[in-house]
């Protein structure tokens, strides 16, 4: 397995993960093609959407963003999304891309690595993660 960037190739399999991860905000192929390249440009910018690739077949990706921040002294990276593909689960892709993503942040000086999650907790615990509060949204649409 090879953690890499990912590409405009990758776009039709980044996609069908996400339909498999997204459970609050609706799907959509349109939205999706509109705003996937632009992340693509984002990549070493404070952005980074990584991949798993099995042998040329996308089996998981990982999105995160990285802000400067006041209150922690640094860049904060935030881990946006991270799926993997069901059949793929339970054999280290998860960990491997997080990890990668750790790695970027540390290179990119970020003081600390957060993820907004709901179904992973045990996970990210596991992996080192400290629960730090409550995550809140209030919809714009």
Excluded: W
């Excluded at 045990?122 to 919809?139: C, I, N, S, W």
Aim: charge should be negative.
């Amino acid at each position: 397995m090879h953690i890499r960037p990912a590409d405009v190739t990758d776009a039709d399999s980044v996609f069908e993960l996400l339909r498999q991860f997204a459970t609050s905000h609706p799907v959509r192929r349109a939205t999706f093609d509109r705003d996937y390249e632009p992340l693509l440009s984002l990549t070493y910018d404070g952005t980074d959407l990584l991949v798993a690739d099995e042998q040329g077949e996308v089996v998981g990706y990982a999105l995160a963003t990285r802000s400067l921040v006041l209150y922690a002294g640094g860049p904060v990276c935030e881990l946006q999304e991270l799926v993997v593909a069901p059949a793929h689960r339970n054999k280290g892709v998860g960990t491997a891309l997080l990890k990668a993503i750790i790695a970027r942040a540390r290179a990119a000086g970020a003081v600390e690595v957060t993820v907004p999650t709901r179904r992973a907790t045990d996970y990210y615990r596991a992996l080192g993660f400290e629960e730090a509060g409550t995550f809140l949204k209030l919809p714009l649409t």
